[in-house]
């Protein structure tokens, strides 16, 4: 068997939504992402170079944990954004959380929850820099075709 078959391929996120209306309200216009299409499967969305896809379902029942999250640089400067634009972040019992929702991961990371209007689970996380250099890949390591890939949802705009 190969090793590392998609190891260069870009990712593509999905998330549910029952009322494709108001999913579009609130990936656009809350979150700030950029709108790509619409058909009658999915909403489609560029969330920093990685196609997310709002798939439109009959019926959906949220997943008890997070399904979707974002790597913040500041991640208090983010949750103030948000607030203001109605976004609410959820407190859990168990975890030690400060004034804005924010738990510190033993590990140093800071994550905040909230909710989509479908109940799905989103989270904002900002990580130490040791964490970041181990998220980037190496220079000069993804494929032309995986730039072209990301390159071609960039275009759409």
Known sequence: MRTGIL???QIVAF????APA???NFYAETLGLRFISEDAFALVFDAGGTMLRVAIVRELHPAAYTI???IVNDIGHTIRDLERQGVAFQ???GLQQDDHGVWTAPGGARVA???DPDGNTL???EVGKR???RLKPPAGKRSSKARRSGARLSRKR
């Open 7 to 9: 190891r260069s391929r």
């Open 68 to 70: 979707l999250g974002w």
């Open 123 to 125: 989270s904002l996380t």
């Open 131 to 133: 964490s970041r250099d």
């Open 91 to 93: 407190r859990f019992d």
């Open 15 to 18: 998330v549910a939504t029952t």
């Open 22 to 24: 108001r999913a579009k």
């Open 113 to 115: 929850w909230f909710k």
